[in-house]
């Protein structure tokens, strides 16, 4: 195997991991816009986004009960995901200019 697909790989079992695992320790401080709205005090106007009921809204994956779970099955989600669109979007761009195996 090629120096550059072991590469890869870990790479791959390093992101989901940490996507897996280390993803529960975030940080659950509001961020800075959140913030600012309860400062200033119109939070409380705020309504419910468009994809509030959607399968991984708000860091988590809907139907999990268990919210260390349901983070940590999003984070390897949004990995596979990420994963897989930009691995089809360059063998996509690659074979359009030329390029061959």
Do not use: C, W
């Amino acid at each position: 195997m090629k120096k550059q697909n072991v590469f890869l790989i870990v790479g791959f079992a390093i992101s989901l991991l940490l996507a897996g695992i280390v993803s529960n320790y975030a940080s659950s401080s509001p961020d800075g816009l959140e913030k600012v709205a309860g400062d200033i005090g119109f939070l409380g106007t705020a309504k419910k986004h468009t994809n509030a009921d959607k399968l991984l809204a708000d860091y988590g994956v809907k139907g999990i009960e268990n919210d260390r779970l349901s983070t940590g099955a999003a984070g390897v989600i949004g990995v596979i995901a990420t994963a897989g669109i930009s691995t089809g979007l360059f063998l996509v761009l690659r074979r359009k200019n030329g390029a061959s195996r």
